[in-house]
Structure formats: C-alpha cells, structure tokens
T-cell receptor, first 115, second 115 residues
Framework: AQSVTQLDSHVSVSEGTPVLLRCNYS??????LFWYVQHPNKGLQLLLK??????LVKGINGFEAEFKKSETSFHLTKPSAHMSDAAEYFC?????????????FGTGTRLLVSP | EPEVTQTPSHQVTQMGQEVILRCVPI?????FYWYRQILGQKVEFLVS????????KSEIFDDQFSVERPDGSNFTLKIRSTKLEDSAMYFC?????????????FGDGTRLSIL
C-alpha cells in the first residue's frame, strides 16, 4: 500500500524566509505524488504534482518540490514565505492498485508565517 | 477556472436522521470521489464512482452510506442514519481521467455536525 509521512505537524517561519515542508513516501512502484494546500474554511487546492517527467517540480505561488528516490522524499520548498502562505499543507500519494485512483493523505503540516 | 461546488457549506443534523450532501463536479469530468476529514485527523478516502457505479470504497463506507449521480451534473452522498462519529468535513472531488498522474479537484467541503 502507498503511504506518506509528513515529518512536522507545525512549521513556523518569518515572512521573507525560506519554507521547507518535509514528506517521505512509501511505495511499491514509482509513485504519483502531489502537494495540496488548504486555507482556513476552504477546500483542498492542488499546488503541484510529480509525474516522473522531472524530479524538480514547480507549482503555483512560487512553491516547488524535489523528488528524491534514494531518500524516498518529496519535500516542498519556497524561497521566500509570504503571509498568505499560512495554511495547512498535505503531501499526497495516489494509490491505483485497484485500477482506479484514490488519494492517500499525510497528516498535514500547518505553516505559520509571522511578520 | 472550472471548480467543484458543494452544498451546503454547513449541515447540522440530529443523530439518526438522514442527510444528503451535494456536489457539482467539473462538467467534463468522469470520475468522482468523496473524502472526509474528522477534526484533527487525516483526510480519508470514502468512495470513488465512475460510469454510474462505485469503483472502490473504503471500510468506512458501510451500508449507511450511498452515492448517486441523479442527473448529468450532481453527485450526492447520502448517510441514511447519522451517528455522532459521522461529524466531519466531507469533500467531493472529480478528475477527468483515472490515470495515476491525473490530479483530483476538490470542492470547499461540507461541514457535517451531528447532534
């Protein structure tokens, strides 16, 4: 079965400093990985997806993630945090073992951005 | 940009009552999903639906739950006799393809509160 582990439940940064949200995956085959963001009282918005075409994936709002097979990691980064980045971030793996895809979510990392 | 819409945003129901959560997926999408997130817990897969039938369901999706696509646009989740533990945020999602790299697009969710 596919799974993801988000290593930090909370990450606090100052505005303008780099962001690093960590995710490790477990998969019996080449995984399909996603990062989603959830702002307060909003739905889940896709930030980026890994499709095996490139190990460095660029997403929306300046976020990017690097797929590292040797480390089974897919960490999310952003060079400079903005106040509007404060939200919950989910690392997600797609499990298609039945032929239909279901998403398996990590526990989430709450990003706090201070002025 | 097309989006998934869910109604109502908040539903309060007495235990034992039936509840129907409604979703309008993105119009050209063919695959539909329900997930739920109990407060403080992970987002969990409930069910996937394609071609007017359930393609996969989780252990959570017992006989009290059902899904339906009553017309060409709506996708509903019904809970027949609600329990306190059904209190959660319920997310609908849709995708255009079942390919493993195809992202799922989520609605803003319905917060279900069982009294």
């Amino acid at each position: 079965a596919q799974s993801v582990t988000q290593l930090d439940s909370h990450v606090s940064v100052s505005e303008g400093t780099p962001v690093l949200l960590r995710c490790n995956y477990s998969s019996s085959y080449s995984p399909s990985l996603f990062w989603y963001v959830q702002h307060p009282n909003k739905g889940l918005q896709l930030l980026l997806k890994y499709t095996s075409a490139a190990t460095l994936v660029k997403g929306i709002n300046g976020f990017e993630a690097e797929f590292k097979k040797s480390e089974t990691s897919f960490h999310l980064t952003k060079p400079s945090a903005h106040m509007s980045d404060a939200a919950e971030y989910f690392c997600v793996v797609s499990d298609g073992s039945t032929g239909f895809q279901k998403l398996v979510f990590g526990t989430g990392t709450r990003l706090l951005v201070s002025p | 940009e097309p989006e998934v819409t869910q109604t109502p945003s908040h539903q309060v129901t007495q235990m034992g009552q039936e509840v129907i959560l409604r979703c309008v997926p993105i119009s050209n999408h063919l695959y539909f999903y329900w997930y739920r997130q109990i407060l403080g817990q992970k987002v969990e897969f409930l069910v996937s639906f394609y071609n007017n039938e359930i393609s996969e369901k989780s252990e959570i999706f017992d006989d009290q739950f059902s899904v339906e696509r009553p017309d060409g646009s709506n996708f509903t989740l019904k809970i027949r006799s609600t329990k306190l533990e059904d209190s959660a945020m319920y997310f609908c999602a849709s995708s255009g393809d079942r390919g493993r790299y195809q992202p799922q697009h989520f609605g803003d969710g319905t917060r279900l509160s069982i009294l």
